[in-house]
């Protein structure tokens, strides 16, 4: 069984269209995430919500809304892409929000390619 | 802020080598301490990971790491390497009662059979 899950797992689209991608977790967790990995391989935090709510926006573009139906997913997405924007998108989940002790598990990532 | 340092960006060993991957991280106050690997166009999984307790963690596929609170590291070990070894390893430190997980930039690491 799949624990953290997104869709798809490659993205090949041109500039400035509309694109998103979706992440859900079966693992019971509160706490969902979105990394951005770039060519460097650097991975760097985007988003965070808990519970459906809001919890970390780093400085990321506003083309950039993450929505979170339920807390079992957690959908990016990104409106006029931009060749910066090409990068392997991951979604995480873990328990709670404060948790001590809360790993955070990780998707199989998206491949974003802007043309 | 915190920031995460592997100063090793790629280390190339022989089969049956030993490893040690440095990690160092900035931040004054209680951490907890995480180790991924990332296979060839695989996810990050999780290697292993140091909340409170003894500083030696042992995690899977033999690997094990050690945090030296006076020295801000937690270096990854594995006594003998494999082939299948071969991925980027990332070190990452979050706070206690947060969530944002801060990583390094990765070490990439081949080993030669």
């Known amino acids: 069984d799949t624990a953290v899950s997104q869709t798809p797992k490659y993205l090949v689209t041109q500039m400035g269209n509309d694109k998103s991608i979706k992440c859900e977790q079966n693992l019971g967790h509160d706490t969902m995430y979105w990394y951005k990995q770039d060519s460097k391989k650097f991975l760097k935090i985007m988003f965070s919500y808990n519970n459906k709510e809001l919890i970390i926006n780093e400085t990321v573009p506003n083309r950039f809304s993450p929505k979170s139906p339920d807390k079992a997913h957690l959908n990016l997405h990104i409106n006029s892409l931009e060749l910066g924007d090409s990068a392997v998108y991951f979604c995480?989940?873990?328990?709670?929000?404060?948790?001590?002790?809360?790993?955070?598990?990780f998707g199989p990532g998206t491949r974003l390619t802007v043309l | 802020a915190q920031s995460v340092s592997q100063h090793n960006h790629h280390v190339i060993l022989s089969e049956a080598a030993s490893l040690e991957l440095g990690c160092n991280y900035s931040?004054?106050?209680?951490?907890?301490l995480f180790w991924y690997v990332q296979y060839p166009g695989q996810h990050l999984q999780l290697l292993l990971k140091y909340f409170s307790g003894d500083p030696l963690v042992k995690g899977i596929k033999g690997f094990e790491a050690e945090f030296i609170k006076s020295k801000f590291s937690f270096n990854l070990r594995k006594p003998s390497v494999q082939w299948s070894d071969t991925a980027e390893y990332f070190c990452?430190?979050?706070?206690?009662?947060?969530?944002?997980?801060?990583f390094g930039t990765g070490t990439r690491l081949t080993v030669i059979p």
């Open positions: 931040y004054g106050g209680t951490v907890n």
């Open positions: 995480a989940s873990s328990l709670r929000l404060a948790g001590d002790t809360d790993t955070q598990y």
């Open positions: 990452a430190v979050n706070s206690r009662g947060a969530n944002n997980l801060f």
